[in-house]
């Protein structure tokens, strides 16, 4: 055996324990518990270009109204398993803040009114905020790139089902009269859903990246594409004469950008030496 053959066995005996070792801390099963939270994006969530409101001596009054998400922060607790390899299955528990805010604005002048209630009514729902949110609970599938121990690319996909604290739909003005039991603080409600819709699907598609900070630690930045079914005002209320006037309603696909970071804490499991 020439000197040359030997140095390149030695060499192979050498590295392939070391590429083992890799491969079996790459493999080693991982439990990964995240503490996220976030900031996303708002929009037009639905518009009305005509609605009309009951005004005195029989008339009507005609406003457009829309309904905008705000944006707002978000809080996500999330636990991920990576049984080996790159590949983890997970599952998070997710508050949004989706607060949402309401626009109305007269056709045509306001109809003479001596209260001027429609005006009031209409003037209150301009720019009113409505603390609206969404409870979100999912599962997923996770694949990190790159190896344990550095910094780890990743993507991620996920669907579930979301329970909204509030309606979407439900648009009143607050007013005050000079007649009638209530004369301050009073709601004239414009349109309303027959239902409050509380269940709705969501999705994500996320993509991030975990640095590590120490044994056992890791920072995480993510950018999500946090995707629901939200209720929406199809269509004019048009039975004006009840109390609250009832829209159809239906849902749309709405994407909603997240921006989250966050702490990772990973458990692994104890390794035995054998002397």
Known sequence: MTKAMFGLCVAAALANPA???????DNQPNLIFSITSGYSSGGRLWALAKQAVVAPAGQF?????????????????????????????GIEIGLFSLGSESRCAAIDTFRTDPQRLNEQACGSIQGRSFPTSLAAFQAGLTYQFGRRGGT????????????????????AGVVATTSGSCQTGCFKYILDAAKRKEFIWTATAAAGAAVPLGPGYRFRVEARDAIMAMPIVTGPATDLLTTVPVAPTGST?????????????????RRTHRH
């Open 19 to 25: 590429r083992m070792a890799r491969a079996q801390s």
């Open 152 to 171: 780890q690319p990743y993507l991620r996909v996920g669907g579930g089902f979301g329970l909204l604290g509030s309606s979407f739909i439900q648009t």
């Open 61 to 89: 009054d005609t406003v457009a109204l829309e309904r905008h998400l705000r944006p707002g922060f978000s809080a996500i607790l999330g636990a991920t398993l990576f049984p080996s390899g790159h590949l983890g299955v």
């Open 253 to 269: 696909v709405r994407h909603v950008l997240t921006i989250t970071f966050g702490l990772d804490v990973a458990f692994e499991p």
